[in-house]
């Protein structure tokens, strides 16, 4: 059975950091591009970053280029998000996601065909 599972979100304040983790199982994670999605309250899912297969290529979406970085552990078939210098507006719901295929649009949701269920990060004093 293919699943994904993120873990640890939390509360942390501006100016800290969280690390997610992305589990994958049934499928190998290396495999495929790995994107991590969020979701605001009363706002449309956002494309965060994306690591890519083969080249390993990252894509950042503006609002988190310099804070947030991806890396992908093989041995444990996990991804990982580090998010530092947290800001209050990247509190979210927080999704992992793999395409199996080459991807063209990195941000759009539907090049990706697995997804996890999400881990809350609230970012608050």
């Known amino acids: 059975q293919v699943q994904l599972v993120e873990s640890g979100g939390g509360l942390v304040q501006p100016g800290g950091s969280l690390r997610l983790s992305c589990a994958a199982s049934?499928?190998?994670?290396?495999?495929?591009?790995i994107g991590w999605f969020r979701q605001a309250p009363g706002k449309g899912r956002e494309g965060v970053i994306c690591l890519t297969r083969g080249d390993g290529r990252t894509y950042y979406a503006d609002s988190v280029k310099g804070r947030f970085t991806i890396s992908r552990d093989n041995t444990k078939n996990t991804v990982y998000l580090q998010m530092d210098s947290l800001k209050s507006e990247d509190t979210a719901v927080y999704y992992c996601a793999a395409a199996p295929n080459r991807i063209s649009i990195w941000y759009s949701e539907y090049e990706y065909d697995y997804w996890g269920q999400g881990t809350q990060v609230t970012v608050s004093s």
């Open positions: 049934g499928f190998t994670l290396d495999d495929y591009a």
